[in-house]
Every structure is written in structure tokens, then in C-alpha cells.
């Protein structure tokens, strides 16, 4: 991924400033993709502790958590969905892009113009898909008991809806 120069003064830009979790996700994706009337949460880790994957956990840990929303099964469960915003450096951003290409557990895909990289990690009880999100120099990093297609074709596009209003 190349840097990116400065953005054209109609250009869109990337940006947690003022987002809500349900701007990030709506309920209804939730819904859709985890389970009927998912009640929103506190996350159980911030997204250094919650990431599987070393790169992004160190990266994580450099960049701080902008935004952190979480939504359980209703009555309690192991199971439930996490997305962390977080702002990286453009330097961070690529380095980041460029480790996860180097490892074989990810799937890169494009929504929308920004770069997605999704994987399936087992689990006990169930498996889990761990999905990033890098539009400029907004990340999204999403753990969660939703179905792995189900990133690119319904959070990826609404996470991107919500940081480019």
C-alpha cells in the first residue's frame, strides 16, 4: 500500500472523530450476522489485549484505542462481536498491511477502496473471524462470532459509511 500523499481539498477523509458504535455497526448488522436482538456491551479487552495476531496487537498497543464497541448474546454467552477504531501513522499503517500480507492464516480483499484482510480462528466452543479494515489512516479491527463473508459484504461497507461521513 502506498502512502498517501494530501488529500485533495473535496476529497473525502477517514476519520473516528465523532462516530458512535452504532454508527460504526448498526444493530441490525449485528443482528443479521450474529444473533437476533445482540444487546451492545463494554468490551471485555481494549484491542491489544483482544487481538489474536502479534503485528496487530503491537500495533494496537502503539496506537491506543479511539473507539471500542462490543455486543454480546442476550442472557450471556462466551460468543459476541468486538470492533476497535484505532488511528495509526501512515508509516504504522503500511508496515502493518505488509506483515499481514506476509502471513498465509489472512484473505486480502478490497471494499469500497480500502484494503480487508479476514481469517477464521478456531475456538473452543465455536470459531471466531478476526477482520482489519485500513482506510487511510483509520483501522478497524473486528473479532466476533459473525461468518467471515460476512465482513466484507456488511460491517466493512457500513464502518466505511460511518468514517467517511
Do not use: H, K
Not at 28 to 36: E, K, M, R, S
Not at 126 to 136: H, K, M, P
Amino acid at each position: 500500500m502506498q502512502s498517501a500523499e494530501s488529500p485533495t481539498p473535496d476529497a473525502i477523509t477517514a476519520s473516528l472523530d465523532g462516530v458512535s458504535c452504532d454508527e460504526l455497526v448498526p444493530s441490525a448488522i449485528v443482528d443479521a450476522n450474529f444473533t437476533q436482538g445482540a444487546v451492545p456491551s463494554d468490551p471485555w479487552d481494549g484491542a491489544a489485549a483482544a487481538l489474536p495476531d502479534e503485528p496487530a496487537r503491537l500495533a494496537a498497543e502503539a496506537a491506543g484505542d479511539d473507539i471500542a464497541c462490543a455486543w454480546v448474546f442476550p442472557g450471556g454467552s462466551d460468543g459476541g462481536v468486538s470492533v476497535y477504531g484505532l488511528t495509526l501513522t501512515l508509516d504504522a499503517r503500511d508496515a502493518l498491511v505488509a506483515e499481514l500480507r506476509d502471513t498465509a492464516a489472512f484473505s486480502e480483499g478490497d471494499v469500497e477502496g480500502a484494503v480487508t484482510f479476514t481469517r477464521v480462528e478456531a475456538e473452543e466452543v465455536a470459531s471466531r473471524t478476526v477482520g482489519y479494515l485500513f482506510d487511510e489512516s483509520v483501522w478497524i479491527a473486528f473479532v466476533g462470532n459473525s461468518p467471515v463473508a460476512s465482513f466484507d459484504r456488511d460491517y466493512a461497507p457500513a464502518m466505511l459509511a460511518a468514517i467517511r461521513s
